[in-house]
């Protein structure tokens, strides 16, 4: 599989020879779903707590008498039935949200999904990506040059500068390549990667 290199001005200048097997694979919908909602689902956090009938500050009183009064029988104000009673089935901070995802499917599925970003010229690759100083100024002209506004930045080493500058633009995202996710990388238009990046790709998940 042949990669674009691009220069500053955004202009394809070479080809980079990059291994069929992190770069050429299949696209497989069935797998990049289940890898896409198996990393959103274990990023959940149990932050809701509703209480049940045993919780519920309420009385013990019976409301009213088991028989005569031509009403159904009620025991406590606490019954899901009533209002301001427990709920039947409680949200609980204990709750697990996490899917199990053998580790052979996710780089499956993360290969899959460069892959198919490689089919449709939407991955490029430059020899290396720095910034001379923390500005996010000089971050946006840069990639404006490029003639990219909504794109992934993929790098072998994360540079400080780089990091810092790309906080404050909302289409813009810096990661290493130990901490790319398939959410971030269908999540933007474009994704540029150093040559770095790419071997430590082939290392890592190939």
Do not use: C
């Amino acid at each position: 599989m042949e990669l674009n290199v691009i220069n500053e001005q955004g202009k394809s200048t070479a080809k980079l020879a990059a291994s069929d097997a992190a770069f050429g694979r299949e696209y497989n919908e069935a797998l990049v779903h289940q890898v896409v909602t198996a990393y959103m689902a274990n990023a959940r956090l149990a932050t809701r707590a509703q209480k049940d009938r045993g919780t519920v500050k309420h009385s013990t009183q019976k409301p009213w008498r088991q028989k005569g009064t031509g009403r159904a029988r009620a025991g406590m104000t606490s019954s899901p039935l009533w209002r301001g009673g427990g709920r039947t089935f409680p949200n609980s901070p204990d709750e697990n949200y996490s899917h199990k995802l053998n580790r052979k499917m996710y780089r499956a599925g993360m290969l899959a999904i460069l892959s198919q970003l490689a089919r449709e010229d939407r991955l490029a690759v430059v020899d290396t990506f720095t910034v001379d100083a923390p500005k996010t100024k000089l971050l946006a002209q840069k990639l404006q040059g490029m003639g990219m506004d909504n794109v992934l930045i993929i790098t072998d080493s994360l540079d400080e500068n780089l990091r810092l500058s790309s906080r404050n633009l909302p289409n813009v995202m810096v990661l290493e390549v130990g901490h790319a996710d398939p959410v971030s990388l269908i999540r933007y238009g474009k994704v540029l990667m150093t040559k770095g990046a790419v071997s430590k790709i082939e290392e890592l998940l190939a």
